[in-house]
């Protein structure tokens, strides 16, 4: 039986410098890769994020000035690496930048 990736956006290899909050606790990360939905990102904090867990992000595009921000829940963990699936709705301006964004480097740019 093949795997089936059931992803309903497509995700883009990108590193991007992220903010990631758990309760009083606050650390910068680094994504892997990011798509509309969420991302897959290096979260070094102590102890390591679980499943289910959910965590303030915050990051930046070019496109506007204020970063993107989202509460986010762990959907897998590695211990390392989180899978981080966006759990309150970006506000419009924020999707439309991420999507910009994202748009530009399917395009190669």
């Known amino acids: 039986m093949a795997f089936e990736d059931k992803r309903r956006t497509q995700r883009f290899d990108v590193q ?4 990631v909050r758990r309760g009083d606790e606050e650390v910068t990360a680094m994504t892997q890769n990011i798509s509309l939905g969420g991302m897959l990102a290096s979260v070094p904090l102590e102890p390591a994020l679980q499943m289910g867990e959910t965590v303030h992000v915050s990051f930046n595009v070019p496109q506007i ?13 590695n211990g390392a690496s989180a899978g981080l699936q966006f759990v309150t709705g970006l506000r419009a301006k924020q ?4 999507g910009k964004f994202l748009e530009g480097l399917a395009s190669g740019g």
């Open 95 to 98: 999707t439309w930048a991420l």
């Open 16 to 19: 991007l410098a992220l903010r």
């Open 65 to 77: 000035p204020e970063p993107i921000e989202a509460d986010a829940q762990v959907r897998w963990t």
